[in-house]
């Protein structure tokens, strides 16, 4: 029998039946793997009792909360993050294992996110952007972030070699209804924020952005795929910019600070 990893892995879902089995089969050697559930009408939470996690209902807190919630609910020391609709490639998981017999002062561990758009993974040498993903627990809490929730560690982190692989942009109009939903939030984050639109940044955002994602990010190397992420990309930008606009147009006050409540307790799930 495979000794398990002794560290935690800790999921947040909803009506993932398309992904989850594929992410909870990627870390079946933790010991310890944590599933939070905000509601699934799907076959979800029947393909996450094929796993040894154990399951719990919290209704939907916001990406960050919700994760935090999840990270609280992990029994060892070390815990890794990854999202329903990714993978952890078996390269990170020996890096891990490695990293745990000699963490040093390291507060956590960064790793590449390798993305899957419309049926095929980006070339290894596009651009990936890196997330503190595996963390100690005592050392590392989630941002108050609307959207884009990030780790705040307390201490250094060290770089995995290896990614984690994203297989959540499985069409265009999969990532393109995920950016609409997601520029809402930044404009809406940022406006609370005091940020003020530019007309400048309006106009010039687009080109910017595509020649960034295309040429230095290196979209490039994907084909027609490349070319439409990149217009994807720059478009997304723009939709950030250009809905901070309209809600000043509608004269919307800045939300003021509401008093902090107490999270509902997560239900465990049989």
């Known amino acids: ?10 999921i947040i879902c ?4 398309a992904n989850i089995g594929r992410a909870l ?15 699934s009408t799907d076959e979800t939470l029947e393909i996450a009792r094929r796993y040894p996690c154990r399951r719990y209902f919290q209704a ?3 990406y960050a909360r919700q994760k935090q919630v999840a990270l609280e609910l992990c029994r060892h020391e070390w815990a890794l993050n990854i999202d329903a609709d990714e993978e952890l490639s078996p390269e990170l998981g020996a890096e891990i294992t490695a990293f745990l017999k000699a963490p040093g002062n390291h507060a956590g561990l960064s790793t590449a996110i390798r993305e899957s758009f419309s049926g095929a993974l980006t ?4 651009h990936q952007n890196r997330h503190i993903r595996f963390l100690r627990r005592d050392r590392g809490r989630y941002n108050n972030s609307d959207v884009h929730e990030g780790i705040v560690l307390d201490g250094p982190a060290a770089r995995a070699k290896h990614p984690i692989l994203h297989y959540g942009e499985s069409s265009i109009a999969v990532k393109v209804a ?3 939903a997601y520029s809402t939030l930044r404009a809406e984050e940022r406006r609370r924020k005091g940020r003020k639109p530019s007309v400048a940044k309006l106009v010039v955002i687009f080109p910017v952005m595509f020649l960034k994602s295309y040429f230095i990010r290196r979209a490039c190397l994907n084909g027609w795929r490349g070319f439409v992420v990149a217009m994807i990309n720059a478009f997304y930008a723009f939709l950030k910019e250009a809905k901070l606009f309209e809600q000043g147009t509608r004269n919307i ?3 003021t600070a509401k008093p902090a ?8 799930l049989d």
Not at 1 to 10: C, D, G, L, W
Not at 14 to 17: C, S, T, V, Y
Not at 25 to 39: N, R
Not at 123 to 126: K, L
């Open 14 to 17: 909803k009506n993932e039946a």
């Open 25 to 39: 089969e990627s870390v079946k050697m933790f010991d310890d793997i944590v599933l939070v559930d905000s509601g």
């Open 60 to 62: 939907w807190l916001g």
């Open 1 to 10: 029998m495979t000794e398990k990893i002794p560290a935690s892995v800790f």
């Open 261 to 268: 409540l107490p999270d509902p307790a997560p239900q465990a």
């Open 253 to 255: 006050a800045p939300a």
């Open 178 to 180: 995920k950016n609409n």
């Open 123 to 126: 070339h290894p040498r596009t």
